[in-house]
């Protein structure tokens, strides 16, 4: 049966493929093979079986070998693109260090406005108040020469009709006129007195009266420049707490309980920017008085949150370029509670906030480790140092450095590992790395 199957296929494959014979010829003689229909066929389909997965495999490694390059390159180009934005985002810190430092000193030169007005406001208003009484004092005095004036005439008039009535000796009637001319000559020089005072009184008073009107003149200036201090120091501000209320914003913290744990924590030299009040007599505040306690108020409450910003870590540990190699989360199946920085070694690190150093020594995997614990239940950790420069119990202010970049620890190449903790539960540094960067 098999016989006659192999038959009928050859007698099929003749066609194309004819039988054929190859030669072997040797000392002992000639020989030939004969190669069937079948034979050939199968001998073909092998080949081509053959030939076709070479060219598959072959296609599948020049396609590996081709993706490979690319994602090389892309990760090339990523890393290229990061580095060019840490440079952005470096000069951008920069620029906003210098319109912070230059608002600190336009509100610095306003505070000393203020207060400069401030004096001369209150002189003014006390020269103004001396003038006023000045000028009813002079009233008064007018009022009561032209009084006197009057009845000095009165008191002439009716002893000139009592002279004339008079029926008594020439005697008597000549030492009543030798009186009343006494008396005449007393009150024409009260009245010459009394006018030259007068006189006197309307010059003061006219004098007066200018120095009112120069004073209200000067009040209206000061007001007008005091609208555009006030309006300056609202700005200066604004624009100051802005950036701060972002950063906070970014990082997922509540402004108002930073502001209410700084007022609790409130431990600077100075205290609070106390209200300004103008009377001592009880009396309210007038508007511009109403208006500094606003500003101050909002300075304190900028101060708060510098003073926040600065107790928080919001900055950044390396002022080098670095390279991004790890970030938060899980790496090969473990939590990576921090952040990786690679650079040279020794690269200067610096603290990233005000804070005290629990910790400066060799921990485990951390290699030369420093522990900085900081304001509200906040710490950050570097490790992997090569040299630390801080000690245990050390006060730190923000950008102080504390150490060198190294490679000491569980680490497969110079790199700063950078943890942010709160509660010792970690936090993702970037988060604080990138809400700062527009302010720090």
């Avoid at 199957?5 to 004819?18: C, S, W």
């Avoid at 950050?380 to 202010?397: D, K, L, P, W």
């Amino acid at each position: 049966m098999k016989t006659r199957l192999t038959d009928r296929l050859n007698a099929a494959l003749e066609r194309h493929l004819p039988e054929q014979r190859l030669f072997l010829k040797s000392d002992q003689g000639t020989r030939y093979v004969r190669l069937r229909p079948a034979t050939q066929a199968v001998m073909l389909l092998g080949s081509s079986l053959f030939v076709g997965w070479t060219v598959i495999v072959t296609s599948i490694f020049l396609i590996d070998s081709i993706s490979s390059g690319g994602v090389r390159e892309e990760a090339e180009r990523a890393q290229a693109a990061y580095q060019e934005r840490l440079n952005l985002i470096s000069e951008e810190r920069d620029t906003r260090a210098a319109e912070a430092r230059a608002s600190q000193t336009r509100f610095s030169v306003a505070m000393a406005e203020v207060s400069d007005m401030q004096s001369r406001l209150l002189t003014s208003e006390e020269r103004r108040r001396e003038l006023e009484t000045a000028v009813d004092v002079i009233q008064n005095t007018l009022r009561r020469v032209i009084s006197e004036r009057d009845e000095a005439r009165e008191e002439t008039a009716r002893l000139l009709a009592e002279i004339e009535e008079e029926t008594g000796s020439i005697t008597t009637t000549a030492s009543r006129l030798r009186e009343l001319e006494r008396t005449v000559e007393y009150l024409t020089m009260a009245l010459a007195r009394a006018a030259g005072e007068r006189d006197d009184a309307f010059v003061v008073a006219e004098v007066a009266e200018s120095e009112i009107y120069d004073l209200e003149f000067e009040q209206a200036l000061a007001e007008e420049r005091n609208e555009r201090i006030f309006a300056q120091l609202e700005d200066a501000v604004e624009m100051s707490m802005s950036p701060l209320d972002a950063m906070f914003s970014a990082a997922g913290l509540s402004t108002d309980d930073l502001v209410n744990q700084m007022r609790a924590d409130y431990d600077g030299q100075g205290g609070p920017l106390m209200p300004i009040t103008m009377s001592s007599r009880g009396e309210e505040p007038d508007a511009t008085s109403l208006r500094a306690n606003e500003v101050l108020a909002g300075l304190d409450l900028l101060n708060l949150h510098r003073m926040a910003a600065e107790r928080l870590p919001f900055s950044t540990p390396v002022f080098a370029r670095t390279s991004f190699t790890s970030g938060f989360g899980w790496r090969n199946g473990r939590p990576h509670n921090g952040i990786d920085l690679a650079g040279p070694v020794g690269t200067p690190l610096h603290a990233t906030a005000d804070g005290v150093v629990i910790h400066a020594g060799r921990q485990s995997g951390y290699g030369l480790l420093v522990t900085i614990r900081h304001a509200m239940g906040y710490e950050t950790r570097y490790a992997h140092m090569s040299r630390i420069r801080v000690t245990e119990g050390q006060r730190v202010s923000r950008g102080d450095r504390i150490g060198d970049m190294g490679n000491t620890g569980r680490s497969t190449g110079p790199h700063l590992h950078y943890e942010i903790r709160r509660n010792n539960t970690p936090l993702n540094p970037n988060i604080f790395l990138t809400a700062g960067r527009n302010v720090f």
